[in-house]
């Protein structure tokens, strides 16, 4: 069982940045796809970034393209969303996930292990 740990979120203005955390524990953090996602109120849980065990494949949403960049540290089991120019539709609860496969997954129900989520507020 994989436990993961979100933090990080906050609440800021728009074009800043900010840094989430997700440090897992219980599993091999190593053999794990991480992802991402993010949940508006009202709307459905969705896909920002996704990186691969080996730390040599990442895939983004088009929204958050050229903005935010996901990277993991294996030997600390924690995988990080740095966030820039920040806009208000970023404004969700950001929510940390891991796979087991290869793949690197966009649809939530692939990923086995949730986190509890960070909340992420961008003001205008």
């Known amino acids: 069982q994989v436990q993961l740990v979100e933090s990080g979120g906050g609440l800021v203005q728009a074009g800043d940045s900010l840094r989430l955390s997700c440090a897992a524990s219980g599993g091999t953090f190593s053999s794990y796809v991480m992802g991402w996602f993010r949940q508006a109120p009202g709307k459905e849980r969705e896909f920002v970034t996704a990186?691969?065990?080996?730390?040599?494949?990442?895939l983004y949403a088009d929204s958050v393209k050229g903005r935010f960049t996901i990277s993991r540290d294996n030997a600390k089991n924690t995988v990080y969303l740095q966030m820039n120019s920040l806009k208000p539709e970023d404004t969700a609860s950001y929510y940390c996930a891991a796979a087991r496969g290869g793949k690197l997954y966009t649809r939530a129900p692939l990923y086995d292990y949730w986190g509890q989520g960070t909340q992420v507020t961008v003001s205008s």
């Open positions: 990186i691969h065990w080996s730390a040599g494949r990442t």
